[in-house]
């Protein structure tokens, strides 16, 4: 063994941390073996030789075990190694996520802490409390709670303002100074007691609210807007809806008979009804007793209804010296789909104008379009709450004063709708037609009224005396008026002109105009459509209306006002500032021209017949 040692070659065999052991003997055992063939060529000692080596393979054996024990537990380390590095990996993402979680909940905690104070109003001192002790309300509750805040008494805060309160003890950190501006609003009814009222939300229905200081000295009114928080009423509110349509005032006192025009017969009938209203203490000693509450103006749409209305306000307002308030409305304003609206908003309307009354006014409640209000009950069996509206509105009437200074004017369309009970004597009684114009002298009439003297005519009606033209609508031939070069005899003569080509119903005639124009035109005012009788000749004279007369002289000068801006871009020195009869009949085409896109049209058929030519 000392020579197999001392023979060893240290160059050949090199042994550190790095080499793996099983190479180590294996190598160490080559060199072993390869000594002993040198001992065998030499001298050495053969039995120290072979212990050696039976020791060195059972070092080598045991060195194998050793080696796959290492082997396997390097294996499992590494597998260990795995699983842990697994676990970091979960264990980093469950962190990350607690972060997160973390972060969120610090800023939960933060938008607490920033939104911690929550509002409430203040309602009074608790009665029979303590000095710091007040009684507030809370969305719809209310609380006592402590003031949190030194030097604050109860008698510093007013009702209805904003205080915010602690979020852990609820009671009062702050104060805002202001009141609350948000609610419902509810109509009041009655005063219960000095610290309650009675009052009217949605639908009508009925219920008990606090009175806050500032509405409990105020004369309140039934039908008056107040501001309501969760069973406080915290303040007035100005009127919204149409208790207070006046027109202009001095609008209406402007207003006489002289407006109205081609009404002769309604008018006069109006006028008669009025009597008792301009002079009461005279009707009284004709032992008068059940004198109408207003009037019911009925007719087509655009024939004066709301100007008769506005020229009685007028006139019974000056003969009895009074001021006028004239309270406009449409049937639809007043009606509310929700079941007692509509009869609320008629009280509060009438409880406005007996109001004013009572101050010297005349007070003229008009109600354009009445029967979609007070449709009759016979017709409106699909909507029974009607009759509910019918009998308020009958209620009112009936508790007016005779000869009050409140009067009520209905205008319809449709009287026909309108409930029976509402036009009987003793209400709107006085039944007032209002027509179309039909006759010659209720056209002339209107005209005069729109078609003033003092129109800037054309200069060629003011060159002579005596003006000559072709009546196109009447003999067809030339004719001669005198005008003597005064407006008033070339309005007048407009007028018949106008008159003629309106209530024409003869034969078409084609027209050529004048001043060298190229363009003409046939005139025709009768044309085939399709009426509530049927299929028929719709003639322009029929279908007349004090509006649509103002219409045709306010084209007419539309289309003056177009000639001369045409002739100013053109040429200015041949613009000229003039109205021509030309004008008119061209207006007048127009509106033939609308009215007969109004109807439901039939198949049109040849004239059948050539126009007549007339220049």
């Avoid at 072709?470 to 070339?490: A, M, R, T, W, Y």
């Avoid at 309005?491 to 024409?504: A, S, V």
Wanted: with cysteine; glycine share 8%; net charge neutral.
């Amino acid at each position: 063994m000392l020579y197999f040692i001392q023979n060893l070659e240290p160059c050949k065999l090199k042994m550190n941390q790095e080499n793996d052991p099983k190479d180590f003997l294996d190598e160490l055992l080559e060199l072993f073996l390869s000594g002993k063939k040198r001992k065998k060529s030499g001298d050495g000692d053969d039995k120290d030789l072979e212990d050696l080596l039976r020791k060195l393979e059972t070092d080598r054996e045991n060195s194998k075990i050793i080696i796959r024990a290492l082997r396997r537990r390097i294996k499992e380390c590494e597998e260990r190694g795995q699983k842990l590095d697994r676990a970091n990996k979960a264990y980093a993402k469950a962190l990350e996520r607690l972060t997160k979680i973390a972060k969120q909940h610090e800023q939960a905690e933060k938008s607490r802490q920033g939104a911690a104070s929550k509002y409430g109003v203040f309602i009074r001192p608790h009665p029979g409390g303590d000095a710091d002790e007040v009684d507030i309300l809370v969305d719809d509750e209310m609380r006592k709670v402590h003031l949190a805040m030194p030097g604050l008494s109860a008698a510093d805060l007013k009702c209805g303002w904003e205080v915010l309160l602690d979020p852990e003890t609820g009671n009062i950190v702050g104060l805002t100074k202001k009141h609350h501006f948000r609610g419902s609003v509810v109509s009041f009814k009655e005063k219960l007691n000095d610290e309650e009222a009675l009052v009217s939300g949605e639908g009508g229905s009925l219920f008990q609210c606090f009175l806050s200081p500032e509405l409990k000295d105020q004369k309140l009114k039934d039908g008056d807007y107040l501001l309501n928080y969760n069973g406080l009423l915290l303040k007035l509110l100005p009127k919204v809806e149409g208790a207070e349509r006046f027109f202009d005032i001095e609008e209406i006192r402007d207003k006489d008979w002289s407006h109205v025009g081609g009404l002769s017969r309604a008018v006069k009938k109006i006028k008669r009804s009025l009597l008792p209203f301009k002079i009461p203490e005279v009707y009284a000693k004709f032992k008068g007793k059940n004198p109408p509450k207003g009037l019911i103006l009925h007719g087509p749409e655009g024939c004066g209804k709301t100007l008769l209305a506005q020229v009685i306000a007028a006139d019974v307002g000056k003969s009895r010296g009074l001021k006028v308030g004239f309270m406009q409305f449409a049937g639809a304003d007043l009606t509310d789909k929700f079941v007692g609206e509509t009869a609320r908003k008629m009280r509060e309307i009438f409880a406005r104008a007996k109001e004013l009354a009572s101050q010297g006014w005349l007070v003229i409640v008009f109600i354009d379009e009445i029967d979609s209000l007070l449709r009759s009950r016979d017709t409106a069996s699909h909507e029974p709450w009607m009759g509910t509206d019918i009998g308020q509105f009958n209620a009112i009437l009936q508790g007016m004063d005779p000869l009050g200074n409140v009067l009520v004017i209905g205008a319809t369309n449709r009287k026909d709708l309108i409930d029976k009970a509402i036009l009987r004597p003793g209400r709107l009684g006085v039944d007032v037609e209002v027509p179309r114009p039909r006759s010659e002298k209720d056209i002339k009439e209107i005209l005069r009224i729109h078609l003033t003297a003092d129109m800037p005519f054309a200069s060629k009606y003011f060159e002579q005396d005596t003006y000559t033209y072709i009546d196109h609508f009447g003999s067809g031939e030339e004719q001669k008026v005198e005008l003597k070069k005064d407006p008033e005899n070339v309005r007048n003569h407009i007028i018949d002109m106008i008159t003629n080509r309106i209530l024409y119903t003869g034969s078409p005639v084609r027209m050529h105009f004048e001043d060298g124009e190229p363009d003409s035109t046939i005139v025709d005012n009768r044309f085939r459509a399709i009426t509530q009788k049927g299929e028929e000749d719709v003639y322009l004279k029929d279908w007349l209306s004090g509006a649509i007369l103002a219409s045709i002289v306010e084209n007419a000068r539309l289309i003056a006002l177009e000639r001369y801006n045409r002739l100013r871009e053109e040429n200015p020195s041949n613009a000229k500032e003039e109205v021509m009869k030309k004008d008119f009949f061209r207006a007048v085409d127009e509106e033939m021209r609308r009215l007969k896109n109004s109807f439901l049209k039939v198949k049109e058929k040849p004239l059948g017949f050539k126009p007549k030519e007339e220049d």
